[in-house]
């Protein structure tokens, strides 16, 4: 039987949700939190098997439907319109993310280009996409997954940093200005967490981590009731002191001391 709070939940933001970026991680675990809350799913990333395999165990209790979708190709919002049709969106998680790691200047542009359009177009994108769809339904939810690193320059990580401070900073503007009809939206700044794309780059010398379930647990209690989230005390107090307390310049070589332990991980 649902809780009333399942039934508020559902309410305010079903009987739909869509999740970009879901075949792993966070994503995944996105899914799993939104299926708990009795939302129906649709799934979308690049590999068809991996979606299956999320989407396979919460069939037993909502409805859930997969398609594949590159989310940094040319053409986003047809080919979101196309998946999506007449379902009736309440939610829209973007999560799916891409980063390459090294310097700057030994990246290709190509490589750079592609983190800006998984990272920036896309979110931008389903944001208008959806949020077009819930003002004119009076209600929703949007969540946009940024990162600490969206708070201070993250050396040999700089375009994914900068795609995050983008996000959020797009995030909290929608947030004042979508309100007002009805429609939620949330920045989720998250800390080290363990995804499997951080522990193949951060391997057994990354930093502690949260679990998925919780950072996903904890961004949708906030939805609804702040413009953004950090989630995790350790990573609220690390958030505090890199933005607020220490100086720029201390900040950023902290957060390059701990980006040069990263390693180069697959695109998935």
Same mark, same amino acid.
């Given at each position: 039987?649902?809780?009333?709070?399942?039934?508020?939940?559902?309410?305010?933001?079903?009987?739909?949700?869509?999740?970009?970026?879901?075949?792993?991680?966070?994503?995944?675990?996105?899914?799993?939190?939104?299926?708990?809350?009795?939302?129906?799913? #649709?799934?979308?990333?690049?590999?068809?098997?991996?979606?299956?395999?999320?989407?396979?165990?919460?069939?037993?209790s909502?409805?859930?439907?997969?398609?594949?979708?590159?989310?940094?190709?040319?053409?986003?919002?047809?080919?979101?319109?196309?998946?999506?049709?007449?379902?009736?969106?309440?939610?829209?998680?973007?999560?799916?993310?891409?980063?390459?790691?090294?310097?700057? #200047?030994?990246?290709?542009?190509?490589?750079?280009?592609?983190?800006?359009?998984?990272?920036c177009?896309?979110?931008?994108?389903?944001?208008?996409?959806?949020?077009?769809?819930?003002?004119?339904?009076?209600?929703?939810?949007?969540?946009?997954?940024?990162? #600490?690193?969206?708070?201070?320059?993250?050396?040999?990580?700089?375009?994914?940093?900068?795609?995050?401070?983008?996000?959020?900073?797009?995030?909290?503007?929608?947030?004042?200005?979508?309100?007002p009809?009805?429609?939620?939206?949330?920045v989720?700044?998250?800390g080290?967490?363990?995804?499997?794309?951080?522990?193949?780059?951060?391997?057994?010398?990354?930093?502690?981590?949260?679990?998925?379930?919780?950072?996903?647990?904890?961004?949708?209690d906030? #939805?609804?009731?702040?413009?953004?989230?950090?989630?995790?005390?350790t990573?609220?107090?690390?958030?505090?002191?890199?933005?607020?307390?220490?100086?720029?310049?201390?900040?950023?070589?902290?957060?390059?001391?701990?980006?040069?332990?990263?390693?180069?991980?697959?695109?998935?």
């Amino acid at each position: 039987m649902m809780s009333r709070h399942q039934q508020r939940f559902t309410e305010r933001y079903g009987p739909w949700a869509v999740v970009a970026g879901a075949s792993e991680g966070l994503g995944a675990a996105f899914a799993r939190a939104l299926a708990d809350r009795g939302l129906n799913l #649709l799934l979308l990333a690049r590999r068809s098997d991996a979606l299956e395999r999320v989407a396979a165990p919460l069939r037993a209790s909502v409805e859930v439907r997969t398609s594949t979708l590159d989310l940094g190709a040319p053409g986003l919002a047809a080919a979101l319109e196309e998946r999506v049709g007449e379902l009736d969106i309440g939610l829209c998680v973007y999560n799916a993310a891409y980063s390459r790691i090294g310097p700057f #200047l030994e990246r290709s542009r190509d490589e750079l280009e592609q983190i800006v359009d998984v990272n920036c177009r896309g979110p931008l994108i389903a944001a208008h996409a959806f949020g077009s769809r819930m003002r004119a339904r009076g209600r929703g939810g949007i969540i946009l997954m940024s990162s #600490l690193t969206a708070l201070v320059a993250s050396p040999r990580i700089a375009v994914y940093g900068a795609s995050k401070a983008f996000n959020l900073s797009l995030g909290e503007a929608l947030w004042h200005e979508l309100g007002p009809a009805g429609v939620d939206v949330l920045v989720c700044c998250a800390g080290a967490t363990r995804t499997p794309g951080f522990l193949r780059s951060a391997g057994a010398r990354g930093p502690s981590a949260m679990a998925p379930e919780d950072v996903a647990v904890q961004a949708l209690d906030a #939805l609804g009731r702040r413009p953004s989230v950090v989630p995790g005390w350790t990573n609220r107090l690390a958030a505090f002191a890199l933005a607020r307390l220490l100086p720029r310049r201390r900040a950023i070589n902290i957060m390059g001391a701990e980006t040069v332990r990263l390693r180069e991980s697959p695109r998935e």
